[in-house]
């Protein structure tokens, strides 16, 4: 059985919302195509954040609660690959739960769509399902997603993720 990542399921989202179609499983089917120059533009909603709801805001929150405190050994080398792995399927699972869960109008969904590719691009790597040549290059996309997300959605309480290089 193909496994499905939240990318695959924002994918399949955006075919499905696009076409009016209910076969999400077809749409799953395509999910591996990337839209390359089609990729959504971060912007703010008439100079102020969009608004969030809360299967967004808990998404959000336990994804950094996942990779904030590792981000020290990350900087030290002292990440293990299972660690790694373990990260990626965390981010992987969060984003999943905010595809599934978070309701927002179609503008600021449209936006949300650029920070859940990053965070998943970053996700793949950190989770070795894109070999790369450090996976900490992963960590990297997750933490900008992070910040991103924080500067263009309104998330009471938020602050940027402190990458600490």
Request: some cysteine; proline content about 4%; glycine content about 12%.
């Amino acid at each position: 059985m193909k496994e499905i990542t939240a990318k695959g399921m924002l994918v399949a989202c955006a075919i499905t919302a696009a076409t009016g179609f209910g076969g999400v499983s077809q749409a799953l089917a395509a999910g591996g195509h990337d839209h390359g120059s089609n990729a959504p533009v971060l912007k703010l909603n008439a100079g102020s954040k969009w608004q969030t709801d809360a299967p967004l805001r808990e998404g959000m929150v336990k994804i950094r609660a996942n990779v904030e405190p590792k981000l020290d050994a990350v900087h030290a080398g002292r990440l293990t690959a299972t660690q790694y792995e373990a990260m990626g399927k965390a981010v992987d699972e969060q984003l999943a739960y905010i595809v599934g869960n978070c309701k927002l109008a179609p503008e600021a969904d449209a936006v949300l769509h650029g920070v859940i590719a990053e965070m998943s691009d970053g996700a793949e790597v950190v989770g070795g399902k894109k070999a790369v040549d450090d996976r900490s290059k992963g960590v990297v996309h997750i933490v900008n997603a992070l910040n991103n997300y924080g500067q263009y959605f309104d998330h009471p309480g938020w602050k940027p993720v402190k990458a600490g290089h």
